[in-house]
């Protein structure tokens, strides 16, 4: 158990490509912190920087008390989930759980009393003895936590670990990773461009760009406040509209603005509305629609009840205190 | 697989026969004809060829000088294979680690496989000359009395390192390869695990290079076997005193210069046993892959 302090990170590669600048987070203890972002932002550089396995060009990661830029992974006192889950495929899953242990010199009692213990927790007693490609996708992900688990590390890291799985598995292994977060209170650092998946599981998220933070905070202030246009975007389903503020200039505050924000769900289709849509198409989700088109040559998205009426042209009106004002330059939030 | 069917019945054997008389007149026939030799004995001037039966074969489990060959054989081969395949691993695993310079030091350690045989042996026949090699020189420096004409050990150095040499760019990028498959993430896994750089080439690195270990162990030892009578021809012709004089020399020596054509093609067919065992060995393994 320990926190973990992102100071002034940064990472430039050999030929002068900064990857990572000036990321500044301090996870608490036993925190989950999701690092989300579109691919080439940075967020798996930063999370290999944290175990080690990427050298660090700028500033200091400190794991508890301790600035462990230097440090060997070995010695950082993590453990890693990969994407891909990097089971050792000659090994049996018993002793892919217990190769960390036996590097450390653990006692062979100890060592059984952990592997059985989290192979319990993680349901996955019955493989112990099978090489990992007799194993599905999900078990393999199992194991691949197990390897994590058994090593009671100070920190869990997670790169994706997700993403290999299909959809309705993916859902379920979320939660389960949730589930034994909130239960073993180990201080995580997980990775994904998913921005639902950051939603459900992190107590903060950071939402990383380009190599720089644009917001970290919890997954309702990041999406009641984004910090900027690019989280407004990027964090939110179907994504938040971004209007050229020259389109809507009967908005209030649009004049100093360069773009606004309205997010799906906080439109109303109303007689007066002073926004028309010309709708170009409908998509059924069952529970509600989603209703495409454009005003003033901007596209938008709107969610509706499944039973609303439809027409060609929708009159809106943005709800009360629902607009998200971001600057003409920087993008950044204007309130 | 794409399969192709061709309207004309003769058409697809046009087109396979430039191969199967090349594999017909260069192998088929001349291993018929040893065969066939190996039950045969002629007499000094070929004048009389008379049926002997298993005779040739039996006379080589007696024959000490061909008990001595197998022997020589066995300790050629398996110290080219070790000498080979130990250099090039360690080459390999070299590489692999560079990022940037790799593709030079590739391109370097494969130019030693476009040199023929022979060629090879000469050129660490000159090396290691007892008059003239820079070897021999360097060697006295520290007081050892090199002379692989008279030394049965230094000339069976010798034709081990012009052998070995020569497989070693084969062996190397076939392990690059192998190492190049090995996900970084396995490494790195291993590294988070508290695994050292030298635990982890032993207990990640090496088991999973095993598919491409096995595969070059067999055709290493096959190359040492039958593709190194160039290196020996050129260098020691198997002296001195026979202790260079591996199995493949040992027929081409008895047949053509010893003119015993019956015993020497009873060693030819022994050969062809001992490739068709490590071929079946081969495909049966090899192809499956090694199972980890």
């Known amino acids: 158990m320990a926190s973990i302090t992102l100071d002034n990170l940064g990472k430039i590669y050999a030929g002068g490509t900064r990857a990572v600048g000036d990321v500044n987070i301090d996870i608490a203890d036993g925190e989950f912190i999701v690092l989300v972002g579109p691919s080439g932002c940075g967020k798996s550089t930063l999370l290999r920087m944290v175990a080690g396995l990427e050298s660090i060009s700028e500033g200091e990661v400190r794991i508890g008390d301790r600035v462990v830029n230097e440090v060997e992974p070995a010695d950082r006192d993590i453990a890693m989930v990969f ?18 242990l036996k590097n450390r010199r653990t006692p062979k009692a100890e060592i059984d009393r952990r592997v059985d213990e989290a192979a319990e927790i993680l349901q996955i007693g019955k493989f112990l003895d099978r090489k990992p490609k007799a194993l599905s996708g999900g078990q393999r992900q199992r194991v691949a936590m197990g390897r994590a688990i058994v090593r009671e590390p100070a ?19 979320r939660l389960e990773i949730k589930e034994l977060q909130k239960r073993l209170r ?47 975007g990027f964090i939110g389903s179907p994504a938040m509209n971004l209007l050229d503020a020259g389109a809507v200039p009967f908005l209030p505050g649009s004049a100093h603005a360069g773009q606004v924000g309205i997010r799906p769900e906080d439109l109303d289709v109303t007689a007066d509305g002073p926004i028309e849509l010309q709708v170009t198409a409908v998509e059924e989700l069952g529970a509600q629609r989603l209703v495409h088109g454009h005003t003033a040559g901007e596209r938008m998205t709107i969610t509706l009840p499944s039973d609303a009426a439809l027409s060609d042209v929708l009159r809106l009106t943005p709800r009360p205190g629902a607009l998200h004002l971001f600057d003409r330059q920087t993008g950044a939030r204007m309130d | 697989m794409k399969r192709t069917i061709f309207r004309n019945q003769l058409l697809p054997w046009l087109l396979l026969a430039p191969q199967l008389v090349i594999t017909f007149v260069f192998f088929l026939w001349p291993a018929a004809q040893a065969v066939k030799q190996s039950f045969l004995r002629e007499d000094a001037f070929g004048t009389r060829t008379s049926f002997v039966g298993l005779a040739n074969f039996e006379k080589l ?5 061909y008990l001595n060959s197998l022997q020589v054989t066995a300790v050629f081969a398996i110290s080219v294979t070790i000498l080979s395949m130990g250099l090039s691993l360690i080459l390999a695993v070299a590489v692999d680690r560079m990022i940037r310079s790799s593709r030079v030091y590739t391109t370097l350690l494969v130019w030693p496989y476009a040199v023929a045989p022979a060629v090879a042996g000469i050129l660490w026949w000159f090396i290691f000359n007892p008059t003239i090699g820079i070897m021999p020189y360097v060697l006295a420096q520290v007081g050892y009395d090199w002379n692989h004409i008279s030394s049965k050990s230094d000339a069976m150095t010798l034709v081990v390192i012009a052998s070995a040499w020569k497989q070693i760019s084969y062996n190397f990028l076939f392990f690059v390869a192998g190492l190049q498959a090995i996900p970084a993430s396995l490494r790195e896994a291993a590294a988070i695990d508290g695994a050292g750089p030298v635990r982890r080439f032993f207990d990640i690195t090496f088991p999973l290079l095993s598919p ?41 020596f008895d047949g053509f210069v010893g003119q015993n054509m019956g015993s020497s093609a009873a060693q030819s067919v022994v050969l062809m046993m001992l490739v068709l065992v490590l071929t079946v060995v081969q495909f049966r393994y090899v192809e499956k892959k090694v199972e980890y």
């Open chain 1, 83 to 100: 994407q891909n889950y990097a089971l050792y495929p000659h090994m049996s899953v018993r002793e892919n759980l217990a190769y960390g």
């Open chain 1, 155 to 173: 920190a869990f890291l997670f790169d994706e670990p997700l993403s290999n799985l299909d959809a309705k598995l993916r859902v379920a292994m």
């Open chain 1, 186 to 232: 180990t201080t995580s650092l997980y990775v994904t461009h998913d921005q639902l998946e950051a939603m459900t599981l992190a107590d903060r998220l950071v939402v990383l760009n380009g190599g720089r933070v644009e917001q970290i905070g919890t997954p309702l202030e990041v999406y009641r406040r984004p910090a900027s246009a690019f989280v407004a």
């Open chain 2, 61 to 65: 489990w007696g024959n000490a000088e």
């Open chain 2, 212 to 252: 491409t270990t096995f595969f070059l162990l067999v055709v290493n030892i096959v190359y040492a076997m039958f593709d190194t009578f160039g290196v020996i021809d050129a260098t020691t012709e198997g002296g001195p005193a026979q202790a260079t004089n591996i199995m493949v020399y040992k027929v081409y």
